[in-house]
């Protein structure tokens, strides 16, 4: 079982940076695939970035890249995001998400998040 809280959402203006944390409780965090989605209101949850349990191939949506970074520190049992040039568009519940497996994360992972809400301002 892991469980995964989020922090570190807010309110923004255009142009700003926000840095997303998640922090996984349970053991083997390394094992897992880490995510990060978000739901904009109206829309589906898709998916913004991804990472290995190696902290490799580092997966982004067209709309975030150059501009969002993931990254992941397995002694700390953390997952972060790091997001710069925040657009209005951005705004949504972002939710960190887990999955066991040695590829990539699922758009169905194993766990998910609270979510935390980022609002950006024009």
């Known amino acids: 079982q892991v469980q995964l809280v989020e922090s570190g959402g807010g309110l923004v203006q255009a142009g700003g940076s926000l840095r997303l944390s998640c922090a996984a409780s349970g053991r083997r965090f390394s094992q897992y695939a880490m995510g990060w989605f978000r739901q904009a209101p109206g829309k589906e949850r898709e998916l913004v970035a991804a990472i290995r349990w190696s902290g490799g191939n580092a997966y982004y949506a067209d709309s975030v890249k150059g501009r969002f970074t993931i990254s992941r520190d397995n002694a700390e049992n953390t997952v972060y995001l790091q997001m710069n040039s925040l657009k209005p568009e951005d705004t949504a519940v972002y939710y960190c998400?887990?999955?066991?497996?040695?590829?990539?994360?699922?758009?169905?992972?194993?766990?998910w998040g609270q979510g935390t809400q980022v609002t950006v301002s024009s």
């Open positions: 998400a887990a999955e066991k497996t040695t590829i990539t994360i699922s758009t169905t992972p194993d766990y």
